[in-house]
């Protein structure tokens, strides 16, 4: 039986290693996230960030280790994959929308098809998530006809409509331009606020810095450095975060 | 005997070598009348059930199951790397031996699967392997990451592949997929090895009937054929046109 409390982690990831054919990417990553709190996974392109938050979801399996979603452990070959995806929801660097059906099909999609609930409901709900979304209007657009911003923004709504407790979002700014950076990250600071909890890869420092409760570090396979923003900006310690930090702030 | 009729018969009396001799025939125009019948029937069976064949095939070339993907390459290989003629006489008179008989009257002993069977059979089997490259092609076409979003909304293998990767693979794979099909429609013709009544049967039934008919039944081959395929290329593009998403680069 499952005896998780929210007084435990939400998402807890004790000593995890990944390895893709020789190559390990993950050598041991811990960290703990408690409901409602939003962390940051930044560091350099190649260091594992994307890949620790794809085991999360299950995407990629892990060698060793234990990754804990609601106290439910997902490196187990029984793993109920339905359950744990209604849990975790996650957003791409590419959108990756179903480009066949329109911004309010997307959204609709799944809760349909997979949870099976009554489509008049969820209509209900994703028009709500549009206008969380700040999308009115666009809910018969293509995906092909929205903008980067507009898709990731629906993109959101999808994984939102879904319900779920956590939300990963991997590197969701990434492929926009600076302009309409702003509108997506408005959307999740929203997200923020409604006490989502949310575990972002992120190379916007500035964004981090100011959303963020708590900012990892990673580098080569580990967990380098981690702490509050307040003093992980000023009073970084170890010389691999002061390089990356220098190059970027 | 009607205007049209008495044309033809006349045509035939000052041109014998334009004798249309099924415009104006009973018995003959019965055979071009079952012949286009069978034709359209095997077409359109065949049609139906290779593309069913392909896409079972392509979902099991994408199995975590070893035995499944090397059974479709198996088949593929077999059906590709040999002619569909011999293919059909092979399932018609090797295993058409084996088949188990029954007696509709009483007297005789007929196999359960009539020639007509053993003709959708076959080249249903052949059309079918080269749908399951055609579709494989066309899956792989869908980028892994739709596949990913897909996954993480909690959509299981089957799901993702009927309400997501078909529907945009099929849009990816329709010209390749009909020119495949045409072929198949004139494939159709070889079943007149194994005496099945279709157009080209007919035809040579007609012609040997009357040996002035060749002309017309020649005609009559490329113009029924012409119409068919035609149909089917042009349903094909409207189809395209239909399916087109806006704003999308495929």
């Known amino acids: 039986m499952n005896t998780w409390t929210e007084k435990e982690p939400i998402l807890s990831i004790k000593d995890v290693h990944k390895s893709f054919g020789e190559l390990e ?16 996974i930044i560091g350099p392109s190649g260091s594992g960030k994307s890949t620790l938050i794809r085991c999360v979801n299950a995407l990629n399996d892990i060698q060793k280790g234990s990754i804990k979603v609601e106290g439910v452990e997902v490196n187990d070959p029984k793993l109920d994959k339905l359950s744990l995806r209604r849990k975790v929801g996650m957003v791409f660097q590419q959108y990756n929308l179903f480009p066949h059906k329109t911004a309010i099909e997307n959204i ?41 911003g507009q898709q990731q923004r629906i993109a959101i709504a999808r994984s939102l409509a879904m319900e779920p407790n956590i939300m990963l979002f991997d590197e969701i700014t990434a492929a926009l331009d600076p302009e309409t950076v702003k509108e997506v990250l408005v959307t999740i600071k929203d997200l923020a606020h409604d006490g989502m909890t949310c575990c972002l890869v992120t190379h916007e420092m500035g964004f981090a810095k100011e959303i963020a409760d708590h900012i990892y570090f990673t580098d080569r396979g580990v967990i380098v450095e981690h702490g509050p923003p307040k003093t992980f900006f000023t009073e970084a310690k170890d010389p691999r975060t002061k390089e990356f930090l220098s190059q970027i702030l | 005997m009607t205007g049209f009729e008495q044309f033809f018969v006349e045509l035939a009396d000052t041109h014998p ?3 249309f001799v099924y415009f104006y025939q009973d018995v003959e125009r019965s055979r071009i009348i079952t012949g286009i019948y069978y034709t359209i029937g095997l077409s359109i069976l065949t049609v139906f059930f290779s593309v069913v064949v392909g896409l079972v095939g392509a979902w099991m070339q994408g199995s975590k199951n070893k035995i499944a993907r090397m059974t479709v390459q198996g088949f593929i290989q077999f059906f590709r790397n040999t002619p569909p003629f011999v293919q059909l006489l092979f399932f018609y008179f090797a295993l058409g031996q084996f088949t188990p008989t029954h007696s509709p009257d009483g007297w005789l002993e007929v196999p359960i699967i009539s020639n007509f069977g053993w003709a959708v059979i076959s080249l249903s089997l052949f059309a079918g392997s080269y749908n399951v490259e055609i579709f494989r092609s066309g899956i792989e076409a869908v980028p892994v990451a739709t596949r990913e979003a897909a996954e993480s909304l909690g959509y299981n293998r089957f799901q993702s592949f009927t309400k997501i990767i078909l529907p945009l693979c099929f849009r990816i794979c329709l010209p390749s997929l009909n020119n495949n099909l045409i072929n198949l429609v004139k494939t159709t013709t ?19 009937d009357y040996s002035t008919s060749m002309n017309a039944v020649m005609l009559l081959m490329f113009i029924v054929f012409f119409l068919i395929v035609g149909l089917i ?13 806006p704003g999308y680069g495929v």
């Not at chain 1, 990417?25 to 940051?40: F, Q």
């Not at chain 1, 949870?115 to 293509?142: C, M, W, Y």
Request: hydrophobic share 40%; charged share 25%; net charge positive.
């Open chain 2, 17 to 19: 070598k334009w004798n």
């Open chain 1, 108 to 148: 609709m999609m799944a809760p349909i098809q997979v949870l099976k609930q009554d489509p008049k409901n969820v209509e209900d709900r994703a028009h709500t998530l549009i206008k969380k979304v700040r999308l009115q209007g666009k809910e018969n657009s293509f995906p092909g006809e929205l903008s980067g």
């Open chain 2, 190 to 208: 070889q079943a007149f090895g194994i005496a099945v009544p279709e157009l080209l049967y007919q035809c040579i039934s007609v012609y040997n």
């Open chain 2, 233 to 245: 290329a042009w349903s094909s593009n409207a189809l395209e046109k239909k399916l087109k998403i």
């Open chain 1, 25 to 40: 990417v993950l050598k041991g990553v811990t960290l703990d996230v408690m409901k409602g709190e939003v962390i940051c």
